[in-house]
């Protein structure tokens, strides 16, 4: 079974900045839409931006103009640039994949460990 791993969490100051980055542990044909999501303690988790296979994107609102998502499919890696960042940012991240496709068969909704970001004030 392929798995998705994440890099880049870590602990900045508020205004500063974070990349993560979330690849596969095992090569694969393609994977459909690529998502980041956060969870706060004691909050549910939520959606913070995705990407499909044409690279058209979706942003929660609180994180627009601020975090951009990417995704390169040459080297099957989605990507999250997080700038100014603020300490309502604070969470664990987790990179979510609906669908892929390797020589392990299809798998649906593919989620990593989580990296977590942690913002002060």
């Known amino acids: 079974q392929v798995q998705l791993v994440e890099s880049g969490g870590g602990f900045v100051q508020a205004g500063g900045s974070l990349r993560l980055s979330c690849a596969f542990s095992r090569p694969i044909f393609e994977f459909g839409v690529g998502a980041w999501y956060r969870q706060a303690p004691g909050k549910q988790r939520e959606l913070v931006a995705s990407?499909?296979?044409?690279?058209?994107?979706t942003y929660l609102d609180s994180v627009k103009g601020r975090f951009t998502i990417s995704r390169d499919n040459a080297k099957n890696t989605i990507n999250l640039q997080m700038n100014s960042l603020k300490p309502e940012d604070t969470g664990a991240y987790y990179c979510?994949?609906?669908?892929?496709?390797?020589?392990?068969?299809?798998?649906?909704?593919?989620w990593g460990q989580g990296t977590q970001v942690t913002v002060s004030s």
């Open positions: 990407i499909d296979k044409s690279g058209s994107t």
């Open positions: 979510n994949v609906d669908a892929l496709t390797s020589n392990w068969g299809a798998q649906r909704d593919n």
